[in-house]
């Protein structure tokens, strides 16, 4: 199902303990990408694990700050 574009296309402000949430996911992201970087040899693959770790934590804020009213 599809939301509002009006709501998939606004601004949310963090409210509550949002921001120390999307930090934590951030921050468990590095982690993570560091660990990828370190032990995968320079590729085209590396380089996608990378950009989908980022695109995760990017869809994971996003359900956090557009489902939370």
Do not use: W
């Amino acid at each position: 199902m599809i939301k509002n574009i009006e709501e998939l296309f606004t601004y949310h402000p963090p409210k509550g303990d949002q921001t120390e949430r999307y930090e934590l996911l951030r921050l468990n992201a590095k982690t993570f990408a560091k660990l990828i970087d370190s032990s995968c040899p320079d590729s085209p693959e590396k380089t996608t694990a990378i950009r989908k770790l980022q695109e995760c934590v990017m869809f994971a804020n996003a359900a956090i700050a557009v489902n939370e009213v």
